[in-house]
């Protein structure tokens, strides 16, 4: 059993097992882009911009306080199951919705609801999601895995969004909705047709306490001389890049006069940076001295981040965007797989659902933060700052000796 957890007779890109996940989970990123372009055009045109925001903000609070209990259910039950049954609830809701908004008009009240329902089911299906390769592919394919995995997460969002406003076009909320819930149900058959490998025996079965296991997790992950400095460089790396690339952004446009088509660019060229980065590991499958290689990409894409506020002229811009899609891609894909070869698969929805929370629980809470910090000292110094954090986050991963050592299974 060891060796077949260890070892895998084909390359993750022609194993049938990864192929029949990384459908399910294309289609499942698909109706999520479908879904927040649905609900954001829904939430705007029935009620004013700070109820939108409003209804749009309601599915982080749950999400943020359940994660880390999440973590503990995909542990207990598996993650396939715990997956299986997001995407159904998902599904189901969305669809739900969509037949009550073809005969009626709800109101936000409603869709405050689902984006409710939505924040408790991320809390289920984002640990559950990180604890799965491991247990689909041999550990020498993960860093394929997580290229595969990023590529459909840059193809959920390139087509997911104008596939949702094609569909609010045609046929309105409830059509764009119904899409969405379309998709969800799409991933369900893959995942029943999944079968995962087993954890060693040892690892099978706990009878403690659901409040146990996370606190066994937690002690788990402290004491973990790779994963517990990788939880830091995820946390710095987050906090320095989120602000720049949703209110920066916006904000740099504005004050450049590039526009709105100015914003699409530069997200365009750190989609294709990304996307690169994702199908180079893919391709490759195995990056030497990863957690060094790691480290230092972190390091220059932090030089990115600070060189596109100074960039005076938007194809600047838009190059400085793309090599930090490019080095920020491939040093967050590496610290993906570095953290799942590292953690024992019977911790990994625990240790995944904290790097979910610190990534999209705790990050998020600096968009405010940066936008008061533009108003009081402008783009540029808080770009700088940002720009610090994120080469802080490269440069603690190579100060740690476990993590700068880190490899990759061969």
Do not use: K
Not at 100 to 121: D, Y
Not at 283 to 288: D, L
Not at 367 to 391: D, H, K, N, Q, R
């Amino acid at each position: 059993m060891t060796a077949a957890l260890l070892a895998s007779p084909r390359p993750a890109h022609r194993d049938p097992r990864v192929l029949r996940w990384l459908g399910a989970y294309t289609a499942s990123t698909l109706g999520d882009s479908v879904y927040y372009v649905s609900l954001s055009w829904a939430a705007v045109s029935g009620g004013t911009p700070a109820q939108a925001g409003l209804v749009l903000a309601v599915s982080a609070v749950p999400r943020a306080l359940l994660m880390l209990g999440g973590g503990v259910i995909a542990d207990r039950l598996g993650p396939r199951r715990v997956v299986i049954a997001s995407d159904t609830v998902r599904a189901l809701v969305v669809l739900g919705l969509a037949a009550t908004l073809f005969l009626a008009s709800p109101g936000l009240g409603a869709l405050a609801a689902v984006a409710l329902v939505f924040g408790v089911v991320d809390a289920l299906f984002l640990p559950a999601v990180g604890a799965l390769p491991p247990r689909i592919a041999a550990r020498d394919q993960l860093a394929r895995v997580q290229g595969m995995r990023g590529l459909s997460h840059r193809l959920g969002a390139v087509l997911g969004a104008p596939l949702g406003g094609l569909a609010v076009a045609l046929g309105g909320p409830a059509a764009a909705f119904g899409a969405a819930g379309l998709l969800f149900a799409l991933s369900i058959p893959l995942l029943y047709g999944l079968r995962l490998r087993p954890l060693p025996a040892s690892d099978e079965g706990r009878d403690g306490t659901a409040l146990r296991d996370l606190a066994d997790g937690l002690r788990y992950l402290r004491g973990h001389r790779v994963l517990g400095p990788l939880m830091i460089v995820v946390l710095l790396s987050d906090l320095g890049f989120v602000g720049p690339f949703n209110v920066g952004l916006a904000v740099l446009a504005d004050q450049r006069g590039w526009g709105a088509t100015g914003i699409g660019w530069i997200l365009a060229g750190f989609g294709t940076g990304a996307g690169a980065a994702s199908l180079f590991l893919t391709v490759r499958g195995r990056v030497p001295r990863a957690g060094a290689v790691s480290g230092w990409t972190m390091t220059a894409g932090a030089v990115a981040v600070g060189l596109l506020a100074a960039a005076p002229h938007l194809p600047l811009a838009v190059a400085a965007a793309l090599a930090t899609g490019l080095l920020a891609g491939l040093s967050g894909a590496l610290c993906n797989a570095l953290i799942q070869t590292a953690c024992d698969p019977a911790y990994l929805g625990r240790v995944s659902a904290v790097a979910a929370l610190l990534s999209f629980g705790i990050a998020p809470l600096g968009f405010p933060l940066t936008g008061a910090a533009i108003e009081l000292w402008g783009l540029g110094p808080v770009y700088a700052v940002s720009a610090a954090v994120c080469g802080l986050a490269g440069l603690y991963g190579l100060a740690a000796t476990a993590v700068r050592r880190a490899e990759l299974p061969r």
